[in-house]
Every structure is written in structure tokens, then in C-alpha cells.
């Protein structure tokens, strides 16, 4: 029996490609192994959006150094953020590398499968026989534009490309058919998608078009930017049924002269009053947010800007990292000049702030009764998510996977809820 492993780090972008690329091998006859070491065809696929992520690529590779001394049969690809035009330093680094392919090349890494297979096989499964998560991430939008100065992506994921409308319809009726339950729908930014088509769609009639898809029951989206969230767009949350109330906003700092300098073009004024609309037209939305902490030059009354403007928007979730700088961004020429300690203390403070925050938002859904869509089990209880993004367990013995079930709350954490199920 043939079989594969995918690690994957980084964003759902990197999920989204991991899911294709593991649909892909199993077309092929490849069965998934728990472990790397049990593996025909080892692909890793990379996250380099800050160091730490990083580290972690180099420390993955270094540990699969004597398992392909012994098994230099075995394929093993890295994928992903890591991989540039140019890959000579990464070949000389670690030339036990089968492949090196760029962010999202599934069919290229399937190619280079089918190359060293020996004999060739012809078989192939069917898609429609191959079940498919209750919860899928679908790209919709590849690449950005932006180029914020701290960021990497744009330099390893190219410009935006936005996929015609009937492709993303056909994938999603695909994974309908196979058991899904829910889309959401990536980009880099999201909120851009279509400019770059001959018609110009944008992403409500994309959302409008999946909206007609039978046994379809949920559709997310993400990640929004300030910039490009139109009313248009918070007009079909609120309109369109099976949009669900959630919005991931990344504002990254609370403070106007930090947007600048990291190359984010609206002011704290104006993304407040965009969370204003939002949450005035979008009845019990759940609003996520990122923020970055010790930007080059970031003072201390600056990072409690962006203290006080999350003390104030009480967001449902609150995404912090401490700044990495990234070779080749427009931030790198800039001093690294706030203190490694400063930068994981003011981290620290954003969590535990966000900590409180969360948790006083969800002590406020003890004793009531909350939809939730059942994606699997774990560790021996339900696991699901509400409409607005809250995380739910709850035990039964029935079979809940991919249904809908109205879940009493019994707890309340800042990062899940815990509940009973409520029969008829």
C-alpha cells in the first residue's frame, strides 16, 4: 500500500492547498499516514510569514535528513511560502530534496509523483468517491497587491489572480456532493476579488452565485481588508441566509502614524467607524481581528493606542504577533529597534487583555441555546462551530458529523464553549 504525509503550517490558504494536494494522492491509490517515517510521498508544506514559522520549516527538514538517507526511494517536496524563483540556495541547503514547488503548484507536485512512480499507474479514483471535510477552505483569490511593508506574501504569492466564478461554483458543488457543509472562501484579501476578470465580478456575486447551491448550508470568507470592505459586502452578511456573521478585520495597530509606516492605507478613525457599520447592520456578528506589536519604531504610547482601541471594539477574537522582520519588505530597511523582551511583553498584554474580553463575551451565552455545524469528534466529544464563529463541544451518542444541532450552553471559556444538546 502507497502511502502519504502533508505537514502544514501557516495560514488556510496553506490548508486549502494541503486538502487538494492529499484529494490529489488519493486519486492516485496513496492512503494518508499518521507519520512522516510511514510514508511513500513526504510534502511539507511552508509558512515563512514570520521567523518563528520559519524555524519551524528549517527544523521539519532537518529531522527527514537520515529517514531519506534510508529511504531515498521515498519523495519529499517542500511547497509553499518558503519556495522563491529562485530555489539554488534551498537545492545546495538540503539536497535531499526531491521537489521544491511554489505556493499552491499541487499539480505540480502530483506530476513529479506520477514521474517517479515505477511502474507508471494508470489507476485512478474518481473525485465523487473521495468524501470531503464538513468545513472546506476554497481559494478564491490568489496573490496580493498591497504590499504591506512587514509583510512577505505578496513576494512569494505573486499578484492577485481571482478565479472565474463558474470554476469556484463547480469545486464548491463538488464538495457538496461529497459530504460538505461549509465554504469559506480565501484571499490574501479577499474583499478584492474580481478586479483582475474581464467582467469585474466582485465577491457578493460570488457569495450570491453560492448561495443557490442545494445542500449548501454555511459560507465564510476571509481575510477582509479595511480598505476594500464595502458596504456592498456588509449588505450580503446581512442579506443572504446562509452568509454567516463573521468577519476577520485585521487592523494591526491602534495608532495612525504605525498604519502608515506599515503601509496600511486608512486611519483608526476610519476603521472604527467601519466596525460601527458592520455591527449596525449585522446583527450578533462576530468580528475577529490581527494586530502586529513592536513595529520598527513603535513607542510606548503608540502600542497602547492599539491597547485601548481593542479595549474599546471588544473584538471576538484577537490574532497578536510580535514583529518579525522579513528579508525583502520594505520594513527591513527599517531599525529592528524595539526590544525583543518589550515586544513579548506588549504580545503578553494583548492577550491577556483579549483573554477578559472573551471571556466576558461568551459568559454572556450561558443558558442559551446557539446553532452549531458539527464538523467532527474529538477527544470524545462533539466539536462544532456556531454561525459568529464560536467554538463548541458538547457529548452524545448520536452521530452529529456534518448536522446541525441546537446546543444548550453549560460553559463558557474565552476560547470555547461547552454545551448539551437540546432535543425535540
Known sequence: MRRYHIWTIGCQMNKADSRRAAEELERLGYHEAERAEEADVIVLNTCVVRQSAEDRVYGR????????????DAILGVMGCLVTDGVAPLQKRFPYVDVFLKPSDVE?????????????????LPTSSL????????????????FCTYCIVPHRRGQERSRPIPDIVEEVRS???????????????????????P????????????????????????TSHP??????????????????????LPVQSGDDGMLKRMGRPYTVAQYRQLVGRIRERVNGVG???????????????????????????????????????????AAARLADDVPQEEKIRRRQAIEELQEGIAAEINQGLLGKTVEVLVEEKHKGKWKGRTRNNKLVFFQDQGDWRGKLAQVRITWAGPWSLQGEVVKD
Open 131 to 146: 468524501p470531503a471535510p464538513v468545513s472546506c477552505y476554497v481559494p478564491i483569490i490568489h496573490g496580493c497587491d498591497n
Open 287 to 329: 468580528l475577529a481581528t490581527d494586530v502586529i506589536v513592536g513595529f520598527p519604531g513603535e513607542t510606548e504610547e503608540q502600542f497602547l493606542g492599539t491597547y485601548r482601541l481593542l479595549e474599546e471594539l471588544r473584538f471576538d477574537a484577537v490574532h497578536v504577533a510580535a514583529y518579525s522582520l522579513r528579508p525583502g519588505t
Open 175 to 197: 464538495l457538496v456532493e461529497r459530504g460538505a457543509r461549509e465554504v469559506t472562501l480565501l484571499g490574501q484579501n479577499v474583499d478584492s476579488y474580481g478586479h483582475d476578470l
Open 227 to 248: 480598505k476594500d470592505m464595502a458596504d456592498g459586502i456588509i449588505e450580503a452578511v446581512a442579506r443572504l441566509p446562509k452568509v454567516c456573521e463573521h468577519i476577520e
Open 108 to 124: 505540480g507536485l502530483i506530476e513529479f509523483v506520477k514521474s517517479r512512480q515505477h511502474p507508471p499507474s494508470t489507476f485512478q
Open 199 to 222: 467582467s469585474s465580478p466582485h465577491l457578493v456575486d460570488v457569495l450570491t452565485a453560492l448561495h443557490e447551491i442545494d445542500s449548501l448550508w454555511r459560507i465564510r470568507f476571509l
Open 61 to 72: 527538514l532537518s529531522s527527514l535528513k537520515t529517514f531519506k538517507r534510508h529511504r531515498p
